[in-house]
């Protein structure tokens, strides 16, 4: 079984290099399952979210930028090496629990989720997911884990979703899928309406809020977050 960790898609987030360091000192029988690789090493080293475009939207087939030429590298990786799960984590400001990011509920996903003590999947049911390396590789996952919550105990939790998934275990958890067919427009709503959403609860405008945060209204995007309209539980 191959695995790999793929950290630091966007420079400044670590919990990449923390779940890796965390396996080396604490779960070495892992290692020899798990490769970890830098997303964007350019933009980790001046700890920014990215050098010319983010990375993770950037899995578009050119060579313009920076990190239109790292997301090729990046995907030679994966095919040279026929791994059979990548991890590809984040964290945010975004105040909400720790969550999985899928594409699409396909069956090369299925043996993680049975895997994984996390319950949240978020179903990115729109092209924005398309340029990104879930939308680029069916064996990949995102997780997406608010950056203060990043804790030992959630290494070693990750780490036993891991162990499971090598050895084809399940956590017999449900899981709730959020589906988004949308993303929050700027436009939509003002700061202060934006401030009152609740990532997971559903908002009294119907939807689903996901990483919905503080910082949504600087992000250099025209979109707040995602909007998931409808939620349903799986066994998997
Ligand atoms: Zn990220």
Redesign the pocket.
Known sequence: VKILLLGS??GN?LLGEKLYAHILKHQPELADHVQYVVGNPEARRQRKRFIESDL?RSYNGRETTYEERRATYILDIIHEQSFDLILDL?TTTCVQPPCLIVPSIHPELARFLRACSLTRVVHINHAIAKTSLIGACPQAIAIEVNKNDVSPQLLSSLCADIHRFIKQEATHTKKQIYEVTELLAKGSFTESQAGQLVNFTRSSHGFYPILVGENSYKKHTDYLGFKADKMYEIEV
Do not use: I, T
């Open positions: 898609q966007h987030e993770n984040h």
